[in-house]
């Protein structure tokens, strides 16, 4: 693992850090705090993401997932985290109205709500190190922020437009807030890879994606993927409903819809 330090040991003004880990590359960029103890938590933060990586891959045979899809484990004899991302699962398919499912194809499949819960998981771990400041944690492009990088400078996000690439469809500001995180889900990197929960197919929807800014970034990766699946419509009406969330939703036809309360997080 390699840091890049800026500023005197003692007092570094950034540790920043990428690991590749869940077939994506995560970034971590650290504000404050003495650089031994930094260092030392986000070591601590890159061995869980590959823990979580090795617990909940559904590619790999010996992971926990995959044996308790297949009846050879329960939950009671799986690592603790299992029981924990299964719970929010369940939780985020309750809230969503099956719109958010911890299955894929009638398999169990948790692997939805696991990197927006490893990003935040990981960004708190560094926040607790005395003297950070800020904390932020970009895994594949959904991030989870915390504090702020500078006295009365907040974390900013840009957020890809999916129509043209290369360019941005807006830019997500952290100001006012001590925690914010930002998720996105589409078509733009992957392709159609988010299923409809009814009928195990991939999304038939007029959306190229979705972006949802909220404080935690495990909720609102699950929501993105939800809105997205919904369509643009019943997707943005549901997202209106919930507290302290606000989206940015591009059709195909090159439409963006916003609910109310999102411009006072941009720029």
């Given at each position: 693992m390699a840091d890049t330090v800026a500023g005197p040991?003692?007092?570094?003004?950034?540790?920043?850090?990428?690991?590749?880990?869940?077939?994506?590359?995560?970034?971590?960029d650290v504000r404050g705090g003495d650089a031994r103890a930094v260092r030392e938590a986000l070591a601590e933060a890159v061995a869980g993401l590959h823990r979580a990586d090795a617990v909940f891959s559904t590619y790999r045979e010996d992971s926990q997932v995959?044996?308790?899809?297949?009846?050879?484990?329960?939950?009671?004899?799986?690592?603790?985290?299992?029981?924990?991302?299964?719970?929010?699962?369940?939780?985020?398919d309750r809230r969503s109205d099956g719109w958010f499912s911890p299955r894929y194809r009638g398999a169990l499949d948790p692997t939805g709500i696991v990197k927006g819960w490893a990003v935040e998981r990981a960004a708190r771990l560094l926040a607790q190190v005395a003297g950070v400041r800020g904390v932020s944690v970009n895994g594949g492009?959904?991030?989870?922020?915390?504090?702020?990088?500078?006295?009365?400078?907040?974390?900013?996000?840009?957020?890809?437009?999916?129509?043209?690439?290369?360019?941005?469809?807006a830019v997500i500001s952290a100001a006012g807030a001590d925690e914010l995180s930002v998720a996105t889900s589409g078509t733009a990197e992957r392709g159609a890879h988010i299923v409809d929960p009814r009928t195990g197919r991939p999304a038939v929807t007029d959306l190229v994606s979705v972006t949802v800014v909220g404080p935690r970034l495990t909720w609102v990766d699950c929501w993105a993927t939800a809105a997205f699946?919904?369509?643009?419509?019943?997707?943005?009406?549901?997202?209106?409903?919930?507290?302290?969330?606000?989206?940015?939703?591009?059709?195909?036809?090159?439409?963006?819809?916003?609910?109310?309360g999102l411009a006072a997080r941009l720029g």
């Amino acid at each position: 693992m390699a840091d890049t330090v800026a500023g005197p040991a003692e007092a570094p003004a950034a540790v920043r850090h990428a690991e590749e880990v869940m077939g994506t590359v995560f970034s971590f960029d650290v504000r404050g705090g003495d650089a031994r103890a930094v260092r030392e938590a986000l070591a601590e933060a890159v061995a869980g993401l590959h823990r979580a990586d090795a617990v909940f891959s559904t590619y790999r045979e010996d992971s926990q997932v995959s044996r308790l899809a297949r009846g050879e484990l329960t939950v009671a004899e799986c690592a603790p985290e299992v029981a924990e991302v299964l719970d929010l699962a369940a939780e985020a398919d309750r809230r969503s109205d099956g719109w958010f499912s911890p299955r894929y194809r009638g398999a169990l499949d948790p692997t939805g709500i696991v990197k927006g819960w490893a990003v935040e998981r990981a960004a708190r771990l560094l926040a607790q190190v005395a003297g950070v400041r800020g904390v932020s944690v970009n895994g594949g492009g959904d991030v989870q922020m915390l504090g702020a990088p500078e006295p009365h400078r907040p974390w900013r996000v840009g957020v890809s437009d999916p129509l043209r690439p290369g360019g941005l469809a807006a830019v997500i500001s952290a100001a006012g807030a001590d925690e914010l995180s930002v998720a996105t889900s589409g078509t733009a990197e992957r392709g159609a890879h988010i299923v409809d929960p009814r009928t195990g197919r991939p999304a038939v929807t007029d959306l190229v994606s979705v972006t949802v800014v909220g404080p935690r970034l495990t909720w609102v990766d699950c929501w993105a993927t939800a809105a997205f699946a919904m369509g643009s419509r019943a997707g943005l009406e549901w997202l209106e409903t919930l507290p302290g969330v606000e989206a940015l939703l591009i059709t195909a036809g090159d439409e963006v819809r916003c609910t109310g309360g999102l411009a006072a997080r941009l720029g």
